[in-house]
């Protein structure tokens, strides 16, 4: 089985600052990550996914996230966060096994940009 | 863009009665799936959809659930006997056959009460 662990429960940060989620994950066999986003009141919009290839992905709205196969990581960050960037962040992971692909989900980090 | 919709957006009903969440996905889209969130805590998967059949499901998804896709747009999830419990954000999703990615719906509110 999979699991996925996000260490930050609430991370606040200041505008235009760094800012950098952090997500782990554990499996016995290859996964996908992916990296949802949750705005108030909204449904999961996808913000960027690994499935192969080049371990750094990027994403939509200037996010972009490493995967660190040895380090079983993926962590998210963006250079330069906007207010319109508050939200809570889901960590994800599926197995490619060409049937299901059910997504297991860490329990969220919610992001605050205040001025 | 096509998105994956679900109706109701807010759903209340008393303990015991059947409730039927609806959702339709993005039209080209084959693989279907319902996910729920309790407040405060994380998404978790309840059951996939493919081909007229239930593919994988969780040990949530009891005999109290049951999907259902009645024709050539929707997929709902029924509760036959709603619980307290049951009271969460339940999530739509699609994706394609040939991607992994899965698209959501923006949910339906489920209150039991």
């Known amino acids: 089985a999979q699991s996925v662990t996000q260490l930050d429960s609430q991370v606040p940060v200041f505008e235009e600052a760094p800012v950098e989620l952090r997500c782990n994950y554990s499996?016995?066999?290859?996964?996908?990550l992916f990296w949802y986003v949750q705005y108030p009141n909204q449904g999961l919009q996808l913000l960027l996914k690994?499935?192969?290839?080049?371990?750094l992905v990027k994403g939509i709205n200037g996010f972009e996230a490493e995967f660190n196969k040895s380090q079983t990581s993926f962590h998210l960050r963006k250079p330069s966060v906007h207010i319109s960037d508050t939200a809570e962040y889901f960590c994800a992971v599926s197995v490619p096994t060409g049937g299901g692909n059910k997504l297991t989900f860490g329990t969220g980090t919610q992001l605050k940009v205040e001025l | 863009e096509p998105e994956v919709t679900q109706t109701p957006s807010h759903q209340v009903t008393q303990m015991g009665q059947e409730v039927i969440l609806r959702c339709v996905p993005i039209?080209?889209?084959?693989?279907f799936y319902w996910y729920r969130q309790i407040l405060g805590q994380k998404v978790e998967f309840l059951v996939s959809?493919?081909?007229?059949?239930?593919?994988?499901k969780s040990e949530i998804f009891d005999d109290q659930f049951s999907v259902e896709r009645p024709d050539g747009s929707n997929f709902t999830l029924k509760i036959r006997s709603t619980k307290l419990e049951d009271s969460a954000m339940y999530f739509c999703?699609?994706?394609?056959?040939?991607?992994?990615?899965?698209?959501f719906g923006p949910g339906t509110r489920l209150t039991v009460l």
């Open positions: 999703a699609s994706r394609l056959p040939s991607t992994d990615t899965q698209y």
């Open positions: 959809f493919y081909n007229n059949e239930i593919s994988e």
């Open positions: 690994y499935l192969s290839g080049s371990t």
């Open positions: 039209s080209n889209h084959l693989y």
């Open positions: 499996s016995s066999v290859s996964v996908y």
